[in-house]
């Protein structure tokens, strides 16, 4: 599956999808680059993908 991800700022919280306002938060997935595993976050509802740069 092909999909982009979106760099997010965090501010006090992530619960509310910056692309279509969803509010109840977010699944997890975890991708590994280049011997990093990047902590993701994929909105239930617009299916977007973000990264706030959280590492594993
Ligand atoms: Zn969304």
Known sequence: MDYKIKD???KD???I???CGYKD???SMFK???GIT???FICP???EVFNIGFTV
């Open 17 to 19: 999808c910056p692309s």
């Open 38 to 40: 990047k902590w993701l």
């Open 25 to 27: 938060g977010f699944h």
């Open 32 to 34: 590994k680059e280049s």
């Open 8 to 10: 997010v700022k965090m």
């Open 45 to 47: 509802s617009c299916h």
């Open 13 to 15: 919280e992530f619960k």
